[in-house]
């Protein structure tokens, strides 16, 4: 881990895997804090509960409260077969809600995660692909790696019109099939017009308006290029019922 010494015991709250890791970078994982323990680090699994929150709670109080906490990650919500739930940073909070304090976030959005995949796999031309703009989009951005949204998970139209320029896509997918597809190409006109292919949005003024839905990505794409090139917040903009039906934005 690096803040603590190679033989250290830690507190793990999570599942197999972030134990596996524990153990290969030479520290001893354990489901309950002693004295011994050194740092706690936290990881998200589906099945943890009450129990090994409050352990991880009790690691970081009192006389342990300036114990090392890491979180592999900040997400609040994940994707799942019946909706969405919980992620690790809905449990993260928790934590922090009983003792007072934010973990130091080992995963996304922070750079060194990237940065160590692209040295492990000697990439030099990498394209992150990932379905949250404030950790998965925003870290790739900040590591200066190409990045692309996929319309299929958390994140969607509502998000990317909203996005500031920390958190906006390179490109955005409906779904991964496109990968393999060229991707379209973003047609910014003098009239007012931006036009992916079939879809074509007007910016009149503050007023953003369907000329032509098109297939849905293309028309995420051009409501999205137009709101980013027009140098206004969303909320400054009037987007028109018959648009935000189009985009599938709940009114």
């Given at each position: 881990m690096g803040l603590v010494p190679a033989g250290s015991e830690i507190l793990v709250v999570g599942g197999e895997g972030l134990t596996v890791e524990v153990e290969r970078?030479?520290?001893?994982?354990?489901?309950?804090a002693s004295s011994e323990t050194a740092a706690v680090v936290q990881g998200f699994a589906p099945?943890?509960?009450?129990?090994?929150?409050?352990e991880a709670a009790f690691a970081l109080q009192g006389a342990h409260s300036e114990r090392p906490w890491v979180a592999t990650n900040s997400d609040w919500?994940?994707?799942?077969?019946r909706g969405v739930a919980p992620g690790n940073g809905t449990l993260v909070s928790a934590v922090h809600t009983a003792v007072g304090r934010l973990p130091v976030v080992a995963g996304k959005p922070e750079t060194p995660i990237f940065t160590t995949a692209l040295e492990r796999?000697?990439?030099?031309?990498?394209?992150?692909?990932?379905?949250?703009?404030?950790?998965?989009?925003?870290?790739?951005?900040?590591?200066?790696?190409?990045?692309?949204?996929?319309?299929?998970?958390?994140?969607?139209?509502?998000?990317?019109?909203?996005?500031d320029a920390t958190m906006r896509p390179d490109l955005i997918l409906e779904n991964l099939t496109e990968l393999v597809l060229p991707y379209p190409a973003v047609e910014a006109r003098q009239d007012g017009t931006t036009r992916v292919r079939d879809a074509v949005v007007r910016l009149d003024g503050r007023r953003l308006e369907l000329e032509a839905a098109g297939a849905y990505g293309d028309l995420v794409r051009a409501a999205s290029a137009a709101v980013w090139n027009s140098?206004?917040?969303?909320?400054?903009?009037?987007?028109?019922?018959?648009?935000?039906?189009?985009?599938?934005i709940a009114r």
């Open positions: 970078a030479g520290l001893i994982p354990v489901g309950a099945d943890v509960g009450w129990h090994q929150l409050a919500t994940i994707p799942v077969a796999f000697s990439a030099s031309k990498a394209l992150f692909v990932g379905d949250r703009l404030d950790t998965d989009i925003l870290g790739a951005n900040r590591a200066g790696i190409r990045s692309a949204l996929v319309l299929t998970g958390i994140d969607g139209a509502r998000q990317l019109l909203a996005a140098g206004m917040a969303i909320y400054a903009i009037d987007v028109t019922a018959s648009l935000l039906d189009a985009l599938r």
